[in-house]
């Protein structure tokens, strides 16, 4: 155990118990307001600028720093929300699911399911949106560097995750496979970039995905479910979804690229309805070195 790693989770501890103190609606807040007034300083930002120039060519160079801004609001309050994930769990499960598009996947539940979201919205509570439905997830999380912080924060989104929650690993992902064999359901974070998956195309530029969630989709014949749950002004949120098309025929390479291409195509719909409230910062769009954007 490194001296750095128990200087990090003390001062994550110090900070977590002053915001578990708070009401979670002023540590928000509290957490936007710092997050926008000084991550906006922090070399990410010309990262985030970069990233919505190329999403959206038409702003102004005003109205991209302006949405910056709101992004990284965003973000600060994501981190009061996951200090306070026992209080708003509850919360989301009573916000409005628009059931309309995901009709028969709920009417599937207990035959397996896999769900799928990016980082939009409070996507700590995003897999609100499987236990809706009746569903009992498990997940599958990049394990962090110091083994403090991340046995903590896992430990705070263990409940949301009723049939486990698993550090990402080959052995993971046997166990959820497993899992979904037998009826059970999977949620994923799917959005961030993935060299040694597929290629697809994300704001009309080239990116790379992971393509596990469609390959589970299809391996396993159950349904595939995007979804996301925005934060409304007054705090709460607005969940639903959307079926996620796998092609059973073809090749298996050539059907897991078009199925996480698909659940890419309703991402980037999500995002541009919700454009500040999806984490910019991802190095989505990095090729490999050499490679070019035709390529």
């Known amino acids: 155990m490194r001296l ?27 957490c936007g307001f710092c997050w926008r007034h000084i991550a906006s300083r922090t070399r990410r ?5 970069a990233h919505l120039r190329l999403a959206f060519p038409h702003l102004t160079d005003d109205e991209v720093k302006t949405l910056s801004l709101r992004v990284w609001d965003n973000l600060g309050r994501v981190m009061a929300e996951t200090l306070h994930l026992h209080t708003l769990r509850g919360r989301a499960l009573e916000s409005p699911y ?41 997940g599958i999380y990049q394990e962090l560097k110091n083994p403090l912080v991340d046995r903590y924060l896992a430990d705070l989104r263990r409940p949301m995750f009723p049939a486990g929650l698993f550090s990402k690993s080959h052995k993971a992902a046997r166990q959820v496979l497993s899992i979904v ?17 597929v290629k697809i195309r994300f704001f009309d530029r080239p990116a790379y995905a992971n393509p596990f969630p469609a390959m589970l989709a299809r391996h396993c014949t159950v349904p595939f479910m995007a979804g996301r749950i925005i934060r409304r002004l007054d705090g709460s949120y607005v969940i639903d979804g959307d079926e996620v098309a796998v092609p059973a025929d ?31 910062t991802h190095r989505k769009w990095a090729l490999p070195e050499g490679e070019t954007e035709t390529a």
């Open 4 to 30: 750095k790693d128990r200087i990090e989770y003390a001062a994550l501890l110090a900070v977590a118990n002053c915001l578990q103190a708070l009401p979670v609606e002023t540590a928000a807040a509290f």
């Open 45 to 49: 930002q010309k990262r985030v600028l």
């Open 98 to 138: 628009d059931h309309s598009r995901v009709g028969p996947v709920r009417d599937q539940v207990d035959h397996g399911l896999v769900v799928a979201s990016g980082h939009i919205g409070a996507y700590e509570l995003i897999v609100v949106a499987a236990l809706q439905i009746g569903a009992k997830p498990a």
């Open 181 to 197: 064999k037998a009826g059970g359901t999977a949620a994923f974070l799917a959005d961030q970039r993935e060299i040694k998956g």
């Open 250 to 280: 073809g090749s298996p390479a050539e059907a897991l690229l078009t199925a996480t291409q698909n659940f890419h195509d309703v991402l980037e719909r999500y995002i541009r309805e919700y454009p500040e409230q999806w984490m910019w």
